[in-house]
């Protein structure tokens, strides 16, 4: 239990602009808020108006070696408790960020620009269940006995890692870091997460509220930036777990520094999602399926958005038309407006890294850009980092529209003719995250659902990730899996044998 004043109100604070100057200038750090050691601090925007809303503090390795010789004295006691006492706390905490969901919705929504009804209201939703689930697995940590010889017992446990060092990105900051945070605790791990720069507020405001039921020092949040403060958390010699959201790139890099230390590494990278639409589907359902699988709500900015669509050739005119038509609809606006359902790119970085994939696709011959929505007209907002969603057609198999991650509203449309022609294109990837197949014929869709290249596989939805679904690409999409009672026990534990000689 916290024992020190807090900057922070322990009841919901629901003006995002107060909680965000609160939070301002901390990392949480064995059981109560820090300053940054070096004194510094970055600027938080608010990407909807362009105005900064909070400092954070710039984190560097004297901080990280604060939160780890923490979070390492911590975990002995932590991992003494019986597992169900640890997955009952987890579960209290899903309780209190239950009473929290609408200030964390909001604090989101003004961080990261996503909108507060279709996104952050949601995103805070599953942030509880995760905990919740999860807190209820405490007594899935058990191990097997081992039929080795009659009077020889022979057993195996599940025991806890050490500390975890967990890196994660800003398109979903607070469901990302529950997905590690919330297994790594109840088997008996403490954890120190280290935020995204672009959005390290609101999961600062959950680890102080979990931290009003844990004990001090088993879950620390550090913010600061990948090099300074998330490799020295990587490579520090007492973290035995690392795990990481985020680009292929960094965690290419995360990776090899994990193996230079031997500790196991779960990664979570970016994808390429075909979405396969066949002419038999339910029409006006699978419409309303591409705007969600495309995550337009979110600005695409989703590792499993289907950016690659396949329409079987028959429908493909009318589904295109027909898409562009129910993404017109969609009000991009101020993300905390509960009329919006587009808010903003999260930071002007990747605002010009989407800009300079659409004009290299209006750019190529052949290739339509279909511009949907339309900008906001609030003069507020004007400075807000808004983008059009853009439907292309006319690209082929070789653009970079159709190989590369954009993390933004836009989506490719190419038709196909059979089955096999599609599955080829569609596995012609170097992800393999997640895919979705629309049919009325269950034996195609599922001939397909096999043999397609990918962690998850959809038919006639494609839902983001779920409580006890396990959840992880293949390829260049990730390492290990998450979510799952799997995830916990394979990336969080390890099994320790013990043998007895009774004879
Ligand atoms: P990133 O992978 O560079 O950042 C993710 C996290 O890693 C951040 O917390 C960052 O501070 C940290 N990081 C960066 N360098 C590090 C290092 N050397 N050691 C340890 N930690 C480090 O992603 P970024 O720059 O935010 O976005 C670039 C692209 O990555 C996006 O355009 C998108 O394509 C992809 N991405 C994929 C995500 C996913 O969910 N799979 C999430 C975010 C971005
Ligand atoms: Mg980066």
């Known amino acids: 239990m916290l024992d020190r004043p807090m900057p922070t109100p322990a009841a919901p604070l629901l003006d995002p602009f107060a909680l965000a100057k609160?939070?301002?200038?901390?990392?949480?750090?064995?059981?109560?808020?820090?300053?940054?050691?070096?004194?510094?601090?970055f600027a938080v925007v608010n990407p909807a108006t362009g105005q900064q809303v909070a400092e954070a503090a710039e984190g560097d390795a004297a901080d990280v070696e604060a939160a780890v010789q923490n979070a390492a004295k911590a975990q002995k006691e932590w991992a003494k408790l019986p597992a169900r006492k640890r997955g009952a706390l987890v579960h209290q905490c899903a309780a209190l960020l239950k009473e929290h969901q609408e200030e964390l919705a909001k604090l989101i929504a003004l961080e990261t620009g996503k909108a507060l009804r279709t996104e952050s209201r949601v995103e805070a939703g599953v942030v509880a269940d995760i905990f919740e689930f999860f807190g209820g697995l405490g007594s899935e940590l058990k191990g097997e006995s081992v039929p080795f010889a009659p009077n020889v017992l022979s057993v195996t446990v599940r025991e806890p890692l050490g500390v975890v060092g967990a890196i994660i990105p800003w398109n979903v900051p607070m469901l990302l870091m529950a997905l590690k945070v919330a297994p790594a605790l109840v088997a008996g791990n403490s954890v120190v997460v280290k935020s995204?720069?672009?959005?390290p507020l609101a999961v600062l405001r959950i680890c102080e509220l979990m931290n009003r039921i844990l004990p001090p020092g088993v879950f620390n949040?550090?913010?600061?930036?990948?090099?300074?403060?998330?490799?020295?958390?990587?490579?520090?010699?007492?973290?035995?777990?690392?795990?990481?959201?985020?680009?292929?790139e960094t965690g290419k890099i995360v990776a090899r520094?994990?193996?230079?230390?031997?500790?196991?590494?779960t990664l979570e990278l970016g994808g390429k999602s075909p979405m396969i639409v066949f002419a038999d589907c339910d029409f006006e359902k699978t419409v309303a399926g591409a705007l969600t699988s495309m995550r337009f709500t979110r600005q695409g900015q989703s590792c499993t958005a289907a950016s690659r669509i396949y329409v079987e050739r028959p429908i493909f005119d009318r589904f295109v038309t027909a898409m562009k038509d129910a993404v017109n609809k969609m009000v991009m606006g101020d993300p905390l407006d509960e009329?919006?359902?587009?808010?903003?790119?999260?930071s002007e970085g990747q605002l010009q890294k989407v800009?300079?994939?659409i004009e290299e696709g209006t750019k190529t011959?052949?290739?339509?850009?279909?511009?949907?929505?339309?900008?906001?007209?609030?003069?507020?907002?004007?400075?807000?980092?808004f983008i059009q969603p853009v439907i292309f057609t006319?690209?082929?198999?070789?653009?970079?529209l159709v190989r590369e991650e954009i993390f933004g509203p836009v989506t490719v449309i190419a038709p196909f003719d059979d089955p096999e022609s599609v599955l080829a294109e569609a596995n012609d990837s170097e992800y393999g995250l997640a895919a979705s197949l629309w049919t009325n014929n269950l034996k195609v869709g599922l001939d397909l659902a096999h043999r397609l290249e990918a962690g998850l596989v959809q038919i006639n939805q494609n839902l983001v990730v779920q409580a006890n679904l396990s959840y992880g690409g293949v390829k260049s999409s990730g390492l290990g899996k998450e979510a799952s009672l799997e995830a916990m026990l394979e990336h969080f534990t390890h099994k320790k044998t013990i043998m007895v000689n009774m004879a």
């Open 22 to 41: 609160a939070l301002s200038g901390y990392h949480f750090i064995g059981g109560g808020y820090v300053p940054g050691r070096n004194g510094k601090n």
């Open 196 to 199: 995204a720069e672009e959005a």
């Open 221 to 248: 949040m550090l913010s600061g930036f990948g090099p300074e403060c998330g490799a020295p958390l990587v490579s520090h010699p007492l973290v035995r777990k690392v795990t990481f959201t985020g680009s292929v």
């Open 257 to 265: 520094a994990a193996a230079e230390k031997l500790v196991p590494v």
């Open 339 to 346: 009329k919006t359902d587009i808010g903003t790119i999260v």
């Open 355 to 357: 800009k300079a994939f």
């Open 365 to 385: 011959p052949g290739a339509t850009a279909h511009v949907c929505s339309a900008m906001p007209s609030d003069p507020a907002l004007k400075k807000g980092l």
């Open 394 to 400: 006319g690209l082929t198999k070789e653009s970079r």
